[in-house]
């Protein structure tokens, strides 16, 4: 399998009681995606598998080539998980 890395689509709209109190609200994770890297680097590819631009995404801690043998994604994760990228991924094993 090629190597690839794992990102977040965020939603970074402040949530209405976040807004309303003035505190600063993490980005919640809307949707994970895998993307393979750049040609000639390790960095994030222009777009995921699923076709999606990576420019507005951010680079997830879980590396998958550290974690042999289990899903592409962190388990935390699994019901955020991009129905396209992980066809992909399926097809990739």
């Known amino acids: 399998m090629r190597e690839i ?3 977040f ?10 807004a309303a109190s003035g505190g600063d609200e993490a980005p919640v994770v809307r ?8 040609p000639g680097s ?3 590819g222009p777009r995921t598998f699923c076709g999606k631009d990576t420019f507005a995404m951010e680079a997830a801690p879980w590396k998958p080539s550290e974690h042999a043998g289990s899903s592409w994604y962190a388990p935390e994760y699994a019901d955020r998980v991009c129905g396209g990228c992980d066809a992909v991924m399926e097809d990739e094993s």
């Open 31 to 38: 949707q994970v995606h895998a993307a393979p890297t750049a």
């Open 9 to 18: 689509e965020l939603d970074r709209a402040p949530a209405a009681a976040g």
């Open 42 to 44: 390790s960095a994030v």
């Open 5 to 7: 890395i794992v990102v």
